[in-house]
């Protein structure tokens, strides 16, 4: 069940989707030589125009800065037509575990950001069912920039009567608002979500920040719509503070169509399994998203700047050269060994989890199916607080696994925390197993 070999297969392909940031340490044009005469300063890039929503676009930014447009298009290849999978095709067992959700009705292999408009247009999740205009956030700048301009109440308009007004992917605006030369979190929500954490002065730094404002957990607030987070700063995004954070408001995504429990359908939490409570062992260390997965590249007039083509390491020879090596020193010379023994540990550890999220999605399965057959006997029937129990002993066990399931990374991001959350799911299956016995 779920992504197998395949997911484990795809992880070099798939991780690179934590890497939002548009921009970062040398994104302004700068000269290296050898010269020790002091260098003219760069002429001011001037801001070109802005488009109806306030947004300056990739297209208007490419010739002040031409390589990272160049590499910006690059992330094209990552097409819906590269061969994408259904997700719900080849993992049938979604269909059970989303079953009564959006997701239910379509769950894609993800493509490119540069496609995140075709993408949230095309989704079934969309075609099929009547959402709001919140199904928007992340998708386009011009969204959060008419958030930010009009308020809140953009979030309740219409999906199908907004989405239209739109053409410009995620991109440049979305990082730096209308100034390449610095990085800013945009989506507003998240910086409220981050508190005391938000800004320069942050243990995460802002080339993280920026990521995360998208590739996170996120809910809309029942009662205004607007696009949430469940916690408020660094040390309340964990798997055990959000599940209580939506324990103590009573939220529910939605209702089971087997078992009617009071589900949660986790996003895509890469900042929180990275950032969050004690954090993963590279964010201890200091580095961000755009370490990992942006390159820092020098153009063939010697021009310096930091790639904005979206990759794994173990994919980026440059990468590994420029950022792994600063404290692997070892690495002169030998970059193909070492990146062919890396890929070795980060499968291993992919595959490990895949095992146990294959192992516990089936008891998952076995849970709603005893759930569901017990209630049509009528050996637990609403509102007993056994039925109550096991709901949420069901509950559980989704939002853990569904936690590493989204998460992207297969547990190269934070493979401790991602086996104990693991963990976390199957003993809540398992419990409800035992009580159905």
């Known amino acids: ?120 247009k095309e989704t079934p999740r969309t075609t099929q069912k009547e959402q709001l205009a919140n199904c928007i956030t992340c998708k386009t700048p011009q969204f959060t920039s008419l958030v930010n301009t009009e308020g809140d109440e ?62 996170n957990e996120y809910y809309f607030n029942p009662d205004t719509k607007v696009t949430t987070n469940p916690y408020t ?54 580095y961000s998203c755009a370490d990992c997965h ?16 979206w990759a794994s390491p173990l994919e980026n020879e440059a990468l590994i050269e420029s950022t792994c090596s600063s404290c692997h020193a070892d690495l002169a010379g030998q970059v193909a060994a070492w990146q062919a023994e890396e890929e070795e540990r980060v499968i291993a550890i992919s595959e490990k989890i895949e095992d146990m999220t294959n192992k516990i999605a089936q008891k998952y399965a076995d849970e709603i199916a005893a759930i569901k057959a017990a209630e049509e006997a009528g050996t637990t029937q609403a509102p007993s607080d056994e039925l109550a129990a096991l709901q949420k002993l069901q509950r559980n066990a989704q939002f853990y696994w569904d936690f590493v399931m989204v998460e992207n990374s297969e547990g190269a991001h934070n493979h401790t925390l991602t086996a104990e959350t693991l963990d976390k799911a199957e003993a809540a299956a398992d419990e409800a197993l035992a009580m159905l016995q």
Not at 32 to 46: H, I, L, Y
Not at 164 to 184: D, K, M, R, V, W
Not at 198 to 206: A, F, H, K, R
Not at 295 to 309: F, L, R
């Open 233 to 286: 700063g660094l040390e309340q995004m964990t798997p055990d503070a959000i599940l209580a954070y939506y324990d103590e408001m009573g939220f529910k995504d939605w209702a089971h169509a087997d078992t009617l429990a009071p589900m949660i359908k986790v996003q895509h939490p890469e900042f929180e399994t990275i950032y969050g409570g004690t954090q993963s062992s590279m964010a201890k260390q200091g």
């Open 154 to 215: 953009v979030y309740t308009r219409s999906f199908n009567d907004t989405i239209g007004q739109f053409t410009e992917n995620i991109s440049c605006y979305n990082c730096h608002e209308n100034n390449p030369e610095a990085l800013s979190v945009t989506g507003q929500y998240f910086v409220k979500s981050l508190g005391s954490d938000y800004g320069e002065d942050s243990s995460v730094p802002m080339a993280a920040q920026v990521c995360g404002q998208c590739h």
């Open 1 to 120: 069940m779920l992504k197998g070999k395949r997911k484990a297969a795809l992880w070099t392909a798939s991780v690179c989707a934590v890497a939002l940031v548009m921009g970062l340490m040398a994104c302004s044009p700068q000269q290296s030589g050898t010269d020790e005469k002091q260098e003219p300063a760069p002429a001011p890039v001037e801001t070109p125009e802005a488009d109806e929503f306030g947004v300056v676009t990739a297209e208007a930014w490419k010739d002040a800065y031409p390589n990272q447009y160049a590499t910006y298009q690059e992330n094209e290849a990552n097409s819906p037509d590269s061969g994408k999978h259904n997700y719900l095709e080849l993992y049938p067992a979604l269909n059970t575990m989303y079953k009564g959700y959006a997701f239910a009705l379509g769950y894609d292999e993800a493509s490119s950001h540069v496609y995140s408009l075709q993408s949230v």
């Open 294 to 309: 942006m390159a820092a590249s020098t153009a063939d007039d010697g021009t310096e700047y930091t790639s904005h083509n």
